[in-house]
């Protein structure tokens, strides 16, 4: 359970009680079910990273909706591989890392609350960007999106911090997105509609 959810956990569970036992029985059942709800949300569970030391992981749980080519001119200013996973309220949230690496920069920007899916809400909602640098000169971002109903993204990294590959390094609640800009010398192996595991998704290899 990540610990972001105990106090959602708490307030939902008291409140749950409390109706209870002023015999609302009704309230109480809906209640009970919202605390079961974000209880489920805000789990953890652990995962099995690839013995391939040269994989790249995904950073979430939920499905691919993009793979392109762009030159990315926001975070790392080069040609890259620009993939994106929407996660939704029924996915694990807890974010990790895709590739061993230096925390470079971290850079939150506040901003619109579009749906996470959308080409807008990726170029116009709140976000906050890892920028990492790896072994055999990979530097690559992790972008966290804040999505329509999302609206607050928790990032643990810290500017210096070294992180191994399946780290936890944040988290979003209650809908969202996360972007990858990869290096275009990597070997992509996702494709859009796939689902993929935080952790233990290969994204692709590096040569």
Not at 14 to 36: I, M, P, R, S
Not at 55 to 61: E, I, L, R, T
Not at 115 to 131: D, F, K, P, V, Y
Not at 169 to 184: A, C
Request: glycine share 8%; proline share 3%; hydrophobic share 50%.
């Amino acid at each position: 359970m990540a610990r972001e959810g105990y106090p959602f956990i708490a307030f939902f569970a008291f409140a749950t009680l409390v109706v209870a036992l002023l015999e609302y029985q009704l309230t109480a059942l809906v209640l009970l079910f919202l605390t079961g709800f974000v209880a489920y949300f805000f789990r953890d569970p652990e995962r099995v990273l690839p013995d391939a030391g040269d994989a790249v992981v995904s950073p979430a749980d939920g499905k691919v909706i993009l793979v392109e080519k762009i030159f990315d001119d926001r975070f790392i200013n080069e040609h890259v591989y620009k993939v994106s996973i929407f996660m939704s309220v029924f996915d694990v949230h807890v974010n990790r890392l895709p590739y061993a690496g230096t925390v470079e920069k971290i850079d939150f920007v506040a901003g619109s609350f579009y749906a996470a899916n959308t080409e807008q809400g990726g170029l116009a909602n709140e976000h906050c960007a890892l920028i990492l640098a790896g072994a055999d000169n990979l530097r690559y971002a992790v972008v966290q999106v804040a999505g329509l109903v999302a609206r607050r993204i928790v990032c643990w990294a810290e500017k210096g911090d070294v992180l191994q590959r399946g780290s936890r390094f944040g988290l979003i609640r209650f809908g969202s997105r996360v972007d990858l800009y990869l290096p275009q010398k990597m070997q992509i192996e996702v494709r859009a509609g796939q689902r993929v595991r935080a952790g233990e998704t290969v994204i692709g290899y590096i040569p």
